[in-house]
Every structure is written in structure tokens, then in C-alpha cells.
């Protein structure tokens, strides 16, 4: 899988700073809203002698108080799931954000979870926010607090499968830019990687930014 070819790639066009070795998965930083903006491989163990990896966007945010959000990638089941929460007794309500909150267009098939349901309803109220999720069907945001106590948070946005094949990677086709059986020259390869992996990370990194704002528009 070429995540460093299609990293540096990248990186030439938009800049950052990229921090890329021969035997480690690279990690690509931007300065956004004088915050840290990164984005890299996160590994997972499958417990059968090999990891998977997803792709993985953070930045820090800092808020007034803690606050945690989950929003879930599209799945068909979810509206149902959602349904079926706001149904049992005695369920707080900040457990489920219901499918009919306003917003079924993005609520409907992501399962949310937070802390604070008004505070959550304001944030995505953003239209940036329900717009970069419409265009990240594959993705999900988690927000949680970090230590201390100065309001510190970390935003993190996540594929939901795996980039490790071609099957169910969410468009990033990383296994295309391997070389083995792409017969290729090196313009061509950069010409497919700028066509087909620029505009997914530039989706993705979206997501990122879009959460950031929303959650900082309004004051807690």
C-alpha cells in the first residue's frame, strides 16, 4: 500500500510538513486556525498476525467545559437503531440523538452520541458541518476531552474500513499506487494519484475543519 507515495504526493501540492521514513507510515501536519492539523495511519491489531490501517485526521480544539460527540459513519441500519433508543423507557435523552432531530438528511443513517443533546443540536446546525458528513459517508467524528483541566479536547475524524485493499476502503484506492501491477511511468502514476486520492483527503481534512468550526461557533 503506497500511503507515503500518495502522502508526498500530496504534501508537494498543499504543503505541511511531512514526517515519512522507508519503514514507517508517514504523517502529514498543517497549521490550521494556529492549531496543529494532522493526518496519518491509524494501526489495528486483527489478532491473526496482521494490522489493518485506517486513515485518521486530529486537531486539537479547546472548549468551556467537556464535552463528547460521536457521529458514526452511514450505515442502513442506524435510522432503526436510533428509533429503537428513543423508544426504551427510561433512556436518557443525550444517549440518542433521534433520527427526526431536524436533520434526517445526516442523522438518519449515523448513530450520535453526546454528552450535551442542546449543545450537540447546535452543532450541527452547521451547514458546513451537515455538508462536509454528506460528503464523508465512510467517516466518523469523535470529540472527547484530554487531561488537565484547561478545556483541552481532540477532534478526531476516522475512515470506518480498512484502506488496506480495494474492497471497502471508501474511495482512497491506496492499493492502486503499489506499483506491482499498475504499468505505469511516474507521470502517469502522480497524474492518477492527484485524480483520485487528492480529491478524497481533501474531503476528509474537510470533515476535520468542519467539526472544529462547528463546535466553536457557539459558546458553551
Known amino acids: 500500500m503506497s500511503w507515503n507515495k500518495c502522502l508526498y504526493a500530496y504534501h508537494q501540492t498543499h504543503g505541511g510538513q511531512l514526517l515519512a521514513g522507508e519503514a514507517r507510515d508517514g504523517l502529514l501536519v498543517f497549521t490550521w486556525k494556529d492549531q496543529p492539523l494532522i493526518v496519518d495511519l491509524s494501526n489495528a491489531d486483527t489478532g491473526k498476525s496482521f494490522t489493518v490501517n485506517f486513515v485518521r485526521a486530529r486537531i486539537p480544539v479547546t472548549l468551556a467545559r467537556p464535552y463528547t460527540l460521536t457521529i458514526g459513519s452511514e450505515k442502513a441500519t442506524s435510522g432503526g437503531v436510533n428509533m429503537l433508543l ?31 443533546h442542546n449543545f450537540t443540536k447546535l452543532t450541527l446546525g452547521s451547514l458546513d458541518l451537515r455538508s462536509a458528513l454528506a460528503a464523508c459517508p465512510e467517516d466518523r467524528v469523535e470529540l472527547h476531552p484530554g487531561p488537565g483541566d484547561e478545556g483541552r479536547h481532540l477532534i478526531t475524524v476516522i475512515t470506518d474500513h480498512s484502506v488496506d485493499s480495494l474492497s471497502g476502503d471508501g474511495n482512497w484506492h491506496l492499493g492502486e499506487f503499489d506499483g506491482i501491477d499498475c504499468a505505469c511511468n511516474d507521470a502517469q502514476m502522480a497524474q492518477r494519484i492527484a485524480e483520485s486520492f487528492f480529491p478524497r483527503m481533501d474531503r476528509f481534512l474537510g470533515l476535520c475543519k468542519a467539526a472544529y468550526s462547528a463546535v466553536t461557533q457557539w459558546r458553551m
Not at 92 to 107: N, Q, R
Request: proline share 13%; net charge positive; aromatic share 6%.
Open 86 to 116: 428513543r423508544a426504551l423507557p427510561g433512556l436518557p435523552v443525550s444517549a440518542a440523538l433521534p433520527a427526526d432531530f431536524g436533520y434526517p438528511e445526516i442523522t438518519k443513517k449515523r448513530l450520535i452520541r453526546s454528552n450535551d
